[in-house]
Structure formats: structure tokens, C-alpha cells
């Protein structure tokens, strides 16, 4: 059944959209990302305008991100008071993020910037993740242990609070930065920021598994929903029929997605989430170098 979505200004089939954002939202539910890195690579592939598909992303994350909160909320694995630091400045980052989003796209560069950010971002986290969890699953393996708990220059800045839920006393400065980064991230590739954020909390600011990906959770929930309203008043670039049929897939696969998060160690849900971030890397880098089967084709403007 093809579908005509009016701001892309394609046909797309009805149940190929329902799929992509049941795929995505199990991703949501089991790693604590949006899932926009991944979708909107696939929603450029098959024939979505990239502004309309970085666009469209915020309000279909949004309502992941919401569904897999409340799943997280029932277990007691959301750091509120976390999240609270980190909105503060992802809702900064995603207001800087959607201007130079309209920038770019004055210049018509929005394509090539969102495919370099994607190839350079998932390429180093995507890295680093994989070869972090083999560490860490190697660890976990040897008997008798006792993992150290280090103090790095993130304990040493001023401004400090009590994170009770992640049993963390830090600096409020590196979650308000982290929230700021992905924030403009949020606007300009389309994805939640997830990707960044969740190795970001666990690597940096030294929180436990169990509770980031919640509190990413519900950091992304408020962020995308704020980047939604920026994108359709500045930008008029979001298809409310695309989104709502992406939202339809994905509550049901965030759901789901959680369920299976439960049921695997933390160092397994870990290198699963690298390979997945090295394998769209791959892709799009291939895609940047890999010469095209026609050199030009005609359009209006």
C-alpha cells in the first residue's frame, strides 16, 4: 500500500514505514537511544529528502523516547534529577542546533554535512564503545576482581551535586555540557543523541548501566520534543503523517525493546550497540566514496 507523504513530496509503502519504526523503537527500548541514527540514514535511502528526514525524526523520537521512559519509570532506573541537568542544556544546544540547521540549508549543504557528521560521530563512538565493552566483558569474566572506582578530573570541578539515584557526587558541569553537545546534535543529524550520550554518561560521568539508558530516555523526550516545534515554525520541514506512522511502529518496538534490555548483561547490551553504531558508519562512508550509477539527474527547484 503506498502511501503520499506531502512534505516529502514522495509515495512511500505504508508498511515499510510501520517496520522502520518498529526496528528503531526496539533499539530505543534496549539501548536508551532515539534510534535516529539509524533511521535517518534509512529514510535518506529510500528516497526521503534529508531536511524532511533530520526534520521528521524529532516528533517520532519523541514519542519513543516517552514510551520507553514509562517502561524505565516502572522499574526505578531514571535518574530525574540527572536528567533535569541534562535538559537544561540540551534544550540550549538543540535552539543553536536548528539555526545553523537553516543555515545550512540556505546554502544547500544539508546533506553533505548530515553524512560527514554521521560518518565522523559513529565511527569514533562506535569504536570506542566496541573495544570499552570487550574490555569490560573480559573483566567480568575473571574471578575475584574488585573493580576500583577512579577518580578522574570530572570529580575535581566545582559546582557539585548529589546524584542519589546514580550514587554520584559530581560536578553538575560535565551533564549540563553532555546535554548542550547532544542537544545541537539533536537538530542538526535528526537522531535523539543517544549514541553519544549513553557511552558519554556511563564513560564519563561514571553512572551505572542500569540507570543511563532511562535518564537518556527521558533527557531525549523533552529535547526532541523542543526541536520539533523549532523545526516546523523556522524550518517547515517536519511531515506530521511520515512521524505519525514512525510513532506507530516505534511504541510498539520501545516496549518490546525494553523487555529484551532486562534480560541481557550490561557488557553484552554494550557491544551490541557498537557493532550496530560501526555497521551505519560503514554504510554511509561507502556511500560518500562509492561512485554513483547515474552522474546527474534533473529536477525542479
Not at 534529577?81 to 540547521?101: D, N, P, Q, T, Y
Request: net charge positive; hydrophobic share 55%.
Amino acid at each position: 500500500m503506498q502511501l503520499y507523504l506531502p512534505i516529502a513530496e514522495i509515495s512511500v509503502s505504508l508498511w515499510l514505514l510501520l517496520g522502520l519504526g518498529g526496528v528503531v523503537g526496539v533499539l530505543s527500548g534496549m539501548f536508551g537511544v532515539g534510534g535516529g541514527f539509524l533511521l535517518t540514514p534509512l529514510l535518506i535511502f529510500i528516497g526521503i529528502p534529508p531536511a524532511v528526514a533530520v526534520a521528521t525524526q524529532a516528533p517520532q523520537i519523541t514519542g519513543l523516547s516517552f514510551s520507553g521512559t514509562l517502561a524505565h519509570l516502572r522499574r526505578r532506573t531514571v535518574d530525574v534529577k540527572m536528567g533535569l541537568v541534562l535538559l537544561s542544556g540540551g534544550l540550549i544546544g538543540s535552539a543553536l542546533g536548528v539555526e545553523v540547521f537553516r543555515i545550512l540549508s540556505e546554502i544547500g549543504q544539508v546533506e553533505l554535512m548530515v553524512t560527514l557528521s554521521y560518518v565522523v560521530f559513529l565511527g569514533i563512538i562506535g569504536g570506542l564503545m566496541f573495544v570499552e565493552s570487550v574490555r569490560a566483558l573480559r573483566r567480568s569474566r575473571k574471578p575475584g576482581r574488585v573493580k576500583r572506582k577512579r577518580h578522574v578530573w570530572v570529580h575535581r570541578l566545582p559546582l557539585k551535586m548529589r546524584f542519589r539515584t546514580s550514587h554520584l557526587y559530581i560536578s553538575a558541569i560535565p551533564p549540563f555540557a553532555i546535554g548542550l553537545f547532544v542537544g545541537v546534535l539533536s537538530a542538526i543529524m535528526g537522531v535523539g543523541g543517544g549514541f553519544i550520550m549513553v557511552p558519554a554518561m556511563i564513560y564519563i560521568i561514571g553512572m551505572p548501566t542500569a540507570v543511563v539508558v532511562g535518564t537518556s530516555l527521558f533527557q531525549i523526550m523533552f529535547v526532541t520534543a523542543f526541536t520539533t516545534v523549532l523545526h516546523a515554525t523556522q524550518n517547515q520541514t517536519v511531515d506530521t503523517v511520515l512521524a505519525l506512522l514512525l510513532l506507530l511502529g516505534g511504541v510498539i518496538g520501545a516496549q518490546v525493546g525494553a523487555l529484551i534490555a532486562v534480560r541481557l548483561r550490561a557488557e553484552q547490551l554494550r557491544i551490541l550497540l557498537a557493532l550496530m553504531v560501526l555497521a551505519v558508519c560503514a554504510k554511509l562512508a561507502w556511500d560518500l566514496v562509492a561512485v554513483p550509477d547515474e552522474f546527474y539527474s534533473l529536477g525542479a527547484v
